[in-house]
């Protein structure tokens, strides 16, 4: 069976790899165009900004900021100011003998106003001896300039300023390099970080080697990327206004070896950009930013992005990941494993940008993770929609096994029509399936469909009727009450279940290898003996698949009580007519042949007495015989009756025959009511067999006691004597028709033995037990325990 549904599966599995191999691809494709275009750039930049946001540290001590701020606008005038009022903030500043001054003010034009101002400027400048100006690139005309500062203010170094702001306007990078072939500028933060210290070129600096992608027109270059890793928000390097210093209340030593930048801080000056760690819509100031960049060169944690190869491996094994996972494990956990995939690639370039200072872009790889688990769903909902059509289909056109087939609805292939042909296939394999399990419910006996390996599938009520009565339970036992296994059924049912577990392993081997016919099997069965004694016939069948293969089997246990019945019912018969009916006859025959021989002929009244005690025997044996007969097969007229009642009638019956013996019939009745259902007439047979045998087998002068009492739900009526008794190993064929266990006894009672079989009969079909209590030599009890109803103030057991 297995081998035919992967035969018939294999083209839906080679379509599903198929399928597989061209969506991965197609994903991985798109990823790799994603990153390579920048399709998923701004998604990127914002995990980036994450990235610096969670990052913050320290600024470096040796570096300082000199704000032109509100209070010093306020204070000297508005911007622009005079220069000799830079000329004086420079004086004042290399008082305190910084490393190096940075003035990020644009003095690329004369003061046309003031022309005295620029001969001071360039006079502090050049007492100071370490101030750095910006030049400023720009466009004109449709190409790119650079405004270097004026020639004759003397400036100590020059460097560009200009930020590589991204698509989103947001300021994250600078280029060290930048300008015109053979004329690169070097950027103003890394003449700013190398000044007064031995020479180091700007490529040694931690960058990228990344192009521009802002500015590939004419012959303008730009090199060496370096991503900014800010200290902190706006705010975060110690700064101090330009109207303290100028007035005295900053004292010089501040500014002892320090890196000091000038720019604006004030409001409405323009020198403002958005950054990663911008807050509550303020901008950085283009001077912290610079501030920021010097630390990032000095200490060389510049970000740089992660390296080609690593770049691709990190973009595409989570996507293949992904795809894996969609193509081998459940729909749930191919969710899970697409969400945590993403997840970590998010967190890896988080933790990248913390701990290494490198920059992982993952829009790509998450985009690719999260996008391949909706796409693969959509083909796999098709494929199954698809097979699910078909094999509606396939059910619908075969002819119905409950008759008419069920009305096919409108062809198409919208969700709502596939849904509708699956309903209706449902709803027939529904209406198969009760009535397999109605039809095996009907069974008149306990019958269990199992897998060929032994394995309970179904059971009908029967089986577990059985099981209950049983008793036990096993660990594989489902809610009906039958085990799980046909070993386990057969060991509980059975206390010999050997013969039984032979033929089960020998039923599955001529299944399993094909030996045997069908009918063979049929044929065949097993005769065990249940707990209670009584017999069944274990048999098994096969089930085939539609191709013929064994799809199960199926075992029936066989109640053959019945018949076991009916067959010592005849042998009885057999017996009765062909001997003990037959011998008296016989005997009466060799009588009258013997009486022709004068010679052996017996006188006139001994040979009366003769046939007649010969044809008395006959009359009782045929009485008894009926009276068992009918005692076993007609149905009982139960009346509500009164047992002392009929224990007293059936001994004043036979207290003739006791006082002929001076026999003493001791009663010991209950005082309340013993009252049941019972058929009187022979209930009060039953009870007179036994106290007419308690009579023949107790000596002249004896006791027979006969006592009724209520024990333990039951009422009990004992019937004891004082005869030779009845030894244990001998109690077991009381009870068997024609036994008489002192026969050839001298002094023993005459009998047919069938008196105590006539009493079984009648107490087991009243719902009672009969037992026996008996040693050789020390006389008998017989006991009839009857069912009693449930006392006053008990309520009776419920049978659910």
Same mark, same amino acid.
């Given at each position: ?62 570096? /300082? ?59 502090? /400048? ?292 596939? /849904? ?363 006991? /009839? ?16």
């Amino acid at each position: 069976m297995r081998g035919a549904l992967a035969a018939y599966l294999a083209p839906y599995r080679r379509r599903t790899l198929l399928d597989w191999w061209l969506l991965s691809a197609a994903v991985a494709v798109l990823a790799i165009a994603a990153a390579h275009w920048q399709w998923t750039q701004r998604a990127d930049l914002a995990v980036y900004d994450i990235g610096i946001a969670a990052q913050a540290h320290a600024p470096q001590p040796d570096i /300082m900021i000199v704000a032109i701020d509100d209070a010093s606008i306020t204070s000297i005038g508005r911007w622009p100011w005079r220069r000799a009022v830079l000329a004086d903030l420079i004086d004042h500043i290399a008082a305190g003998k910084p490393r190096v001054i940075g003035l990020d003010i644009i003095l690329s034009e004369p003061d046309l106003r003031s022309p005295g101002d620029d001969m001071a400027l360039a006079r502090s /400048m050049a007492r100071a001896g370490n101030v750095v100006l910006p030049a400023l690139a720009e466009a004109v005309g449709g190409s790119w300039t650079i405004r270097y500062p004026l020639p004759w203010l003397g400036a100590a170094g020059i460097g560009h300023i200009d930020m590589a702001v991204d698509v989103d306007g947001v300021a994250r990078q600078v280029f060290l390099q930048e300008g015109l072939p053979g004329a690169l500028l070097t950027h103003f933060s890394a003449v700013i970080a190398g000044f007064g210290r031995s020479a180091r070129p700007v490529a040694d600096y931690r960058h990228e080697n990344a192009p521009d992608p802002f500015r590939a027109d004419g012959d303008w270059q730009r090199r060496y990327l370096v991503r900014i890793p800010f200290a902190g928000p706006p705010g975060t390097f110690p700064r101090v206004s330009v109207r303290d210093v100028l007035s005295g209340a900053v004292p010089p030593e501040v500014f002892r070896g320090k890196a000091v930048l000038v720019g604006a801080a004030a409001t409405g000056l323009g020198d403002v950009f958005p950054t990663p760690v911008s807050r509550d819509g303020r901008g950085m100031s283009g001077v912290e930013i610079l501030t920021n960049t010097i630390q990032a060169l000095e200490q060389g944690s510049a970000i740089v992005a992660v390296a080609a190869p690593w770049f691709w491996l990190g973009t595409l094994l989570p996507i293949l990941l992904a795809a894996l996972a969609a193509l081998m494990l459940a729909p749930r956990a191919a969710l899970l494993i697409s969400v945590l995939l993403a997840g970590a690639a998010f967190a890896a370039s988080l933790l990248l940008m913390g701990l290494a200072h490198l920059w992982f872009a993952p829009a790509s790889a998450i985009v690719g993770c999260l996008l391949f688990y909706p796409l693969w769903s959509w083909r796999r909902q098709e494929a199954v929609l698809r097979f699910l059509a078909q094999e509606a289909a396939r059910l619908e056109a075969e002819p119905g096994l409950l008759g008419a087939s069920p009305p096919r609805g409108p062809a198409g292939r919208s969700l709502d029509h596939r /849904m509708e042909a699956v309903y209706r296939m449902s709803s027939r394999l529904r209406d198969l399936r009760q009535f397999l399990s109605d039809a095996l419910e009907s069974l008149p006996e306990a019958t269990v469909i199992c897998t060929p390996e032994g394995r309970v599938l179904l059971a009908n009520r029967r089986c577990a009727m059985l099981c209950a009565a049983a008793g036990g339970r096993s660990a594989g036992e489902g809610e009906t009450g039958v085990p799980a296994d046909v070993h386990e059924l057969l060991t509980r049912l059975f206390p010999v279940a050997g013969p039984g577990l032979a033929y089960w392993e020998g039923l599955h081997a001529a299944l399993s290898t094909g030996e045997g016919s069908q009918g063979e099997v049929e044929e065949g069965g097993v005769e065990l003996s249940s707990g209670d004694e009584r017999p069944f016939l274990l048999r098994g069948a096969a089930l085939r698949s539609s191709n013929g293969g064994l799809a199960g089997v199926i075992v029936s246990l066989i109640d053959i009580s019945e018949v076991r019945r009916a067959e010592r019912q005849r042998e009885q018969t057999l017996r009765f007519l062909s001997h003990d009916m037959r011998s008296p006859q016989a005997s009466i025959l060799a009588l009258l042949e013997l009486q022709a021989d004068a010679a052996k002929a017996l006188p006139q009244p001994a040979l009366l007495a003769r046939i007649g005690g010969l044809a008395r025997r006959t009359l009782d044996l045929a009485d008894d015989f009926i009276r068992l007969a009918r005692a076993e097969t007609q149905p009982l007229r139960l009346l509500e009756s009164d047992l002392a009642g009929l224990v007293l009638d059936a001994t004043d019956a036979l207290w003739a025959q006791a006082s002929a013996r001076r026999i003493e019939l001791a009663l010991d009745i209950c005082e309340e009511a013993c009252v049941m259902m019972a058929e009187p007439a022979l209930l009060a047979r039953a009870v007179a067999n036994l106290v007419g045998n308690a009579i023949k087998f107790s000596p002249d002068g004896g006791t027979v006691a006969v006592s009724l009492a209520r024990e333990a739900g039951t009422y009990a009526i004992r019937v004891s004597d004082q005869g030779p008794g009845i030894a244990v190993e001998d109690q077991a064929r009381l009870f068997r028709p024609f036994s008489r266990l002192h026969e050839g006894e001298h002094g023993t009672p005459g009998g047919v033995g069938l008196g105590l079989v006539f009493v079984r009969t009648v107490v087991q079909r009243h719902g009672g037990t009969m037992a026996v209590e008996s040693e050789r030599g020390a006389g008998a009890t017989f006991i /009839m325990r009857l069912p009693a109803p449930p006392e006053s103030g008990q309520r009776p057991a419920s049978g659910g």
